[in-house]
């Protein structure tokens, strides 16, 4: 059975840091694209940022610069460091995956990934 289980969302101060852990299973993580996606109330769930199987990345304009995605191949396990929130960045944060063969150039499409979590919440706020 395939398995996503985000974790370590939470309640964080403008300017704050949070660390998102994904912990996969029931698939070949290592073959796998892996990407973050987010989803905040009232608007389109959106490609935050990916690594794919070679551990080449793609940050949205919106994050470069302040997050970080990276992965563990050895632990089945994706993160996603963020820093410098802001009180946009308050959403649902998902993990998935997307077969190896899929185009670098559509990584941060939502519906090229064939695996989805359940989401952790993330709010940033004073």
């Known amino acids: 059975e395939v398995q996503l289980v985000e974790s370590g969302g939470g309640l964080v101060q403008p300017g704050g840091s949070l660390r998102l852990s994904c912990a996969a299973s029931?698939?070949?993580?290592?073959?796998?694209?892996m990407g973050w996606f987010r989803q905040a109330p009232g608007k389109e769930r959106e490609g935050v940022a990916t690594?794919?199987?070679?551990?080449?990345?793609i940050y949205a304009d919106s994050v470069k610069g302040r997050f970080t995605i990276s992965r563990d191949n050895a632990k089945n396990t994706l993160y996603l460091q963020m820093s410098v929130l802001k009180p946009e960045d308050t959403a649902m944060y998902y993990c998935?995956?997307?077969?190896?063969?899929?185009?670098?150039?559509?990584?941060?499409?939502?519906?090229?990934?064939?695996?989805w979590g359940q989401g952790t919440q993330v709010t940033v706020s004073s």
């Open positions: 998935a995956a997307a077969p190896g063969e899929t185009p670098r150039l559509l990584l941060l499409l939502t519906v090229r990934y064939r695996y």
């Open positions: 690594i794919d199987s070679n551990g080449r990345t």
């Open positions: 029931g698939f070949t993580f290592s073959s796998y694209a």
